[in-house]
């Protein structure tokens, strides 16, 4: 930006284009295609600077449909977030007052919004008090956070010092996960210096949860450092491993435990759904994101450990010339990879404070009603089932029930182009179980039931259309076929 540019007019032309953006209704996906946004982006680097309202006018032109409409309620795929408002503006100020969060005296105000959100955080998903929080792009670093705060730990047990000796000399630290776990957590294992021979893959039961027992027996026969990684929220059939339970077998085979969860550790906000994930905060650490269920901006996420010293231990970064904060101040750098970044605890403090306890526990008891919603309503329609049990915000579909396993799939992949194309409302499909199915998570901020009901009545057109197409009457039809191969 050239110094003589005000900052005034910029910053409204920003904020109009913004307030045009979220004022407004997109298609939910992308309509613009690769080569175009190409042909919009990939121009000559400029010799000469333009002029800041130029350069903006320029971005918000080439970007056109090539945005993902997340902040809107018609959204599914993934597991995302909306972007709050209050978060998006909160943001604005923190990138204007340009602060670098890394450490006390770079940044107080950012340092000590950090701490009062830890505090918030352990608060909201009751976990121990005494945990530090690392503030990261999202849950896959904060699992690597934790983890590596696990790797140093099980090795000090094991009378190994990992910061002393390096990783290359240690003892062999086995972990031990779900078969489906996140897919996150191998990158990050992989970070981290593991390999597929140090895993031990537990089996799982039909929601995906882990097998308690299968851990014990699979410990039992184990000797030497070890790390068990369950989850909190799996990221098909929204179930939870039985994290109390885990944790303690975890310890009587004095294992660390951590716990992945990115959206579901977020229903402890919620009494009516606190039985889900009873004893989770008996694990060592874990990982949630802040730009999934409580709608932060991306990117935030937060890697929670209970010794801190362990924490600390795995992330510290120390020298002279960072100079030392004030008795008692929080050095945001102890607790996440990064020493210069983005001050994210100013956007999480204010997405919390606009929530409230109350607000954060409607939006996601209102999430998980319209999932029950939607999967009552899609249990009444021929040609679709419900694959999962429903006890979150996540369903699995898949279409055709009673036809060949590969016909199926087929079916349900049309039945997910069908919806793409017409683009009113935003799935993605995925393989679970050697199935292919399409995937539903209600997540995104505003939805509610009158959104689950268009997105049923979305559905059960595209099955119909689909069905019409595949099998014209007088043919099989989808659901009233008596027996597949698998049934
Ligand atoms: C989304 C998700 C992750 C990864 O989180 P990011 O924020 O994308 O890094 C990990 N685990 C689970 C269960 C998730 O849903």
Same mark, same amino acid.
């Given at each position: 930006?050239?110094?003589?540019?005000?900052?005034?007019?910029?910053?409204?032309?920003?904020?109009?284009?913004?307030?045009?953006?979220?004022?407004?209704?997109?298609?939910?996906? %992308?309509?613009?295609?690769?080569?175009?946004?190409?042909?919009?982006?990939?121009?000559?680097?400029?010799?000469?600077?333009?002029?800041?309202?130029?350069?903006?006018?320029?971005?918000?032109?080439?970007?056109?449909?090539?945005?993902?409409?997340?902040?809107? %309620?018609?959204?599914?795929?993934?597991?995302?977030?909306?972007?709050?408002?209050?978060?998006?503006?909160?943001?604005?100020?923190?990138?204007?007052?340009?602060?670098?969060?890394?450490?006390?005296?770079?940044?107080?105000?950012?340092?000590?919004?950090?701490? #009062?959100?830890?505090?918030?955080?352990?608060?909201?998903?009751?976990?121990?008090?005494?945990?530090?929080?690392?503030?990261?792009?999202?849950?896959?670093?904060?699992?690597?956070?934790?983890?590596?705060?696990?790797?140093?730990?099980?090795?000090?047990?094991?009378?190994?010092?990992?910061?002393?000796?390096?990783?290359?000399?240690? @003892?062999?630290?086995?972990?031990?996960?779900?078969?489906?776990? /996140?897919?996150?957590?191998?990158?990050?294992?992989?970070?981290?210096?593991?390999?597929?021979?140090?895993? #031990?893959?537990?089996?799982?039961?039909?929601?995906?949860?882990? *097998? @308690?027992?299968?851990?014990?027996? #699979?410990? *039992?026969?184990?000797?030497? %450092?070890?790390?068990?990684?369950?989850?909190?929220?799996?990221?098909?059939?929204?179930?939870?491993?039985? =994290?109390?339970?885990?944790?303690?077998?975890?310890?009587?085979?004095?294992?660390?435990?951590?716990?992945?969860?990115?959206?579901?550790?977020?229903?402890?906000?919620?009494?009516?759904?606190?039985?889900?994930?009873?004893?989770?905060?008996?694990?060592?650490?874990?990982?949630?994101?802040?730009?999934?269920?409580?709608?932060?901006?991306?990117?935030?996420?937060?890697?929670?450990? +209970?010794?801190?010293?362990?924490?600390?231990?795995?992330?510290?970064?120390?020298?002279?010339?960072?100079?030392?904060?004030?008795?008692?101040?929080?050095?945001?750098? *102890?607790?996440?990879?990064?020493?210069?970044?983005?001050?994210?605890?100013?956007?999480?403090?204010?997405?919390?404070?606009?929530?409230?306890?109350?607000?954060?526990?409607?939006?996601?008891?209102?999430?998980?009603?319209?999932?029950?919603?939607?999967?009552?309503?899609?249990?009444?329609?021929?040609?679709?089932?419900?694959?999962?049990?429903?006890?979150?915000? *996540?369903?699995?579909?898949?279409?055709?029930?009673?036809?060949?396993?590969?016909? +199926?799939?087929?079916?349900?992949?049309?039945? #997910?182009?069908?919806?793409?194309?017409?683009? +009113?409302?935003?799935?993605?499909?995925?393989?679970?179980?050697?199935?292919?199915?399409?995937?539903?998570? =209600?997540?995104?901020?505003?939805?509610? @039931?009158?959104?689950?009901?268009?997105?049923?009545?979305?559905?059960?057109?595209?099955?119909?259309?689909?069905?019409?197409?595949?099998?014209? %009457?007088?043919? /099989?039809?989808?659901?009233?076929?008596?027996?597949?191969?698998?049934?």
């Amino acid at each position: 930006m050239k110094r003589e540019e005000d900052f005034e007019a910029l910053a409204r032309s920003a904020m109009e284009r913004a307030v045009a953006y979220r004022t407004g209704r997109h298609p939910p996906r %992308p309509t613009a295609d690769l080569e175009t946004l190409r042909a919009r982006f990939s121009i000559p680097l400029p010799e000469e600077g333009l002029a800041g309202e130029a350069v903006l006018a320029a971005l918000d032109a080439a970007a056109e449909g090539g945005l993902t409409a997340n902040t809107q %309620p018609d959204f599914y795929a993934w597991v995302m977030g909306a972007s709050h408002p209050v978060g998006v503006v909160a943001e604005w100020l923190a990138t204007s007052w340009g602060q670098n969060a890394g450490t006390y005296n770079t940044a107080p105000a950012a340092a000590t919004a950090e701490d #009062a959100v830890s505090r918030w955080l352990l608060e909201l998903l009751d976990l121990p008090r005494e945990s530090s929080v690392g503030f990261s792009t999202g849950a896959t670093m904060a699992s690597t956070i934790c983890l590596a705060a696990a790797r140093s730990d099980v090795l000090a047990q094991a009378g190994y010092c990992l910061e002393q000796e390096g990783i290359f000399g240690a @003892p062999r630290i086995t972990v031990f996960l779900g078969e489906e776990a /996140h897919a996150t957590i191998y990158s990050g294992l992989r970070y981290l210096g593991f390999g597929d021979r140090d895993l #031990a893959s537990i089996p799982v039961d039909e929601q995906g949860r882990m *097998q @308690p027992a299968a851990l014990r027996r #699979a410990l *039992q026969g184990h000797d030497g %450092p070890a790390i068990v990684v369950c989850q909190a929220g799996h990221m098909m059939s929204g179930d939870f491993d039985p =994290v109390g339970e885990i944790a303690d077998i975890a310890h009587a085979h004095g294992a660390w435990c951590h716990v992945d969860g990115a959206f579901g550790l977020w229903s402890r906000t919620v009494p009516e759904l606190v039985s889900l994930c009873p004893g989770a905060e008996r694990a060592d650490s874990w990982a949630v994101d802040g730009h999934k269920w409580l709608q932060i901006p991306y990117d935030s996420g937060f890697a929670i450990v +209970r010794r801190a010293d362990a924490h600390r231990r795995a992330m510290n970064t120390s020298a002279s010339y960072l100079g030392e904060a004030p008795w008692g101040a929080r050095t945001p750098s *102890q607790f996440c990879p990064e020493l210069s970044r983005r001050a994210r605890g100013f956007a999480a403090w204010a997405v919390i404070q606009s929530l409230g306890r109350q607000g954060i526990r409607e939006m996601v008891q209102r999430h998980c009603n319209c999932a029950r919603q939607l999967a009552t309503l899609l249990r009444e329609e021929p040609g679709v089932e419900v694959l999962n049990r429903v006890v979150l915000n *996540q369903l699995a579909l898949s279409f055709g029930p009673g036809l060949p396993e590969a016909e +199926r799939n087929r079916m349900t992949d049309a039945v #997910a182009a069908h919806l793409a194309r017409q683009n +009113r409302v935003f799935l993605e499909c995925a393989n679970w179980r050697g199935r292919r199915v399409l995937r539903v998570s =209600v997540i995104s901020r505003e939805t509610g @039931p009158a959104d689950i009901d268009f997105l049923a009545g979305e559905i059960s057109a595209a099955v119909r259309a689909v069905s019409a197409r595949e099998y014209p %009457p007088g043919q /099989h039809r989808p659901g009233s076929v008596t027996a597949g191969p698998r049934d």
